[in-house]
């Protein structure tokens, strides 16, 4: 699979860029099924750009029943805490009009006991809208962070998450605070039509080189079945530009 890569000038410009083209992408994809199924990321930068997509004018020529939107990983935490990539972003979506019931959201200890029973719980979830066969649904695009370290969703480099083989995984030990932690598993990010990694900053740009030359690191062993792009700024993509 061909890897394509955009540069763009600064994080302001890659957030409303990738939230637009995330919007032109449901929108081509509700034009030959009614029903699209987008994943959404946290951090810094994927926040920005949920923001920016509930703010897109495009939405209004989306019919928002028909439009499913998951997380790509959730920190393992109280529903509302500040340390979940949910909360920031669940009232943008709101107001702009996606129903509650369609952002399927990972849930938390005031919820279930574990990280575990909340991942079994979310891969219920998930195979709730997958197609015969699959175990997941058929993501139209997945969105994904890049860490400094190559990680994405909260599969670290060397964890033993990594290796599985299910839709979802619970994460203990996770080398970035908070330690647990529920992700998708690279099979299910896989499955994905549309990868997209999208990376800003200076201190993402060895990682992103890493990807783009080799799968050594999570980052570089994801990809779409039908595209894997790269979305970045200037300086995330400096040192592969060397």
């Known amino acids: 699979?061909?890897?394509?890569?955009?540069?763009?000038?600064?994080?302001?410009?890659l957030a409303h860029a990738t939230a637009q083209r995330l919007a032109l992408a449901a929108?081509?994809?509700?034009?030959?099924?009614?029903?699209?199924?987008?994943?959404?990321?946290?951090?810094?930068?994927?926040?920005?750009?949920?923001?920016?997509?509930?703010?897109?004018?495009?939405?209004?020529?989306?019919?928002?029943?028909?439009?499913?939107?998951?997380?790509?990983?959730?920190?393992?935490?109280?529903?509302?805490?500040?340390?979940?990539?949910?909360?920031?972003?669940?009232?943008?979506?709101?107001e702009a009009g996606v129903p509650d019931a369609n952002v399927h959201v990972v849930a938390g200890p005031d919820a279930v006991g574990s990280p575990e029973e909340a991942?079994?719980?979310?891969?219920?979830?998930?195979?709730?809208?997958?197609?015969?066969g699959a175990q997941v649904p058929s993501f139209d695009v997945l969105v994904l962070g890049v860490g400094p370290d190559g990680h994405v969703a909260s599969l670290f480099p060397g964890h033993e998450a990594l290796s599985a083989t299910g839709a979802t995984v619970g994460v203990h030990g996770s080398p970035k605070p908070p330690p647990e932690r529920v992700s998708l598993t690279l099979p299910a990010i896989d499955a994905a039509r549309r990868v997209w990694l999208v990376a800003s900053g200076a201190e993402k740009a060895d990682a992103v080189a890493a990807g783009l030359a080799s799968d050594d690191l999570p980052c570089g062993r994801v990809h779409g079945t039908a595209e894997t792009l790269w979305l970045l700024d200037v300086e995330a993509s400096a040192a592969a530009a060397r």
């Open 1 to 13: 699979m061909t890897r394509e890569v955009v540069v763009h000038p600064d994080a302001g410009v």
């Open 119 to 132: 991942a079994e719980r979310y891969a219920a979830e998930l195979a709730r809208y997958a197609p015969d």
């Open 27 to 94: 929108l081509d994809a509700q034009s030959v099924r009614p029903e699209v199924h987008v994943v959404l990321t946290g951090g810094r930068i994927g926040t920005r750009v949920v923001e920016q997509l509930a703010a897109s004018e495009l939405l209004a020529a989306l019919d928002l029943t028909g439009l499913h939107l998951w997380w790509g990983d959730e920190r393992f935490e109280p529903t509302g805490s500040d340390e979940r990539n949910d909360t920031a972003v669940l009232g943008a979506l709101r």
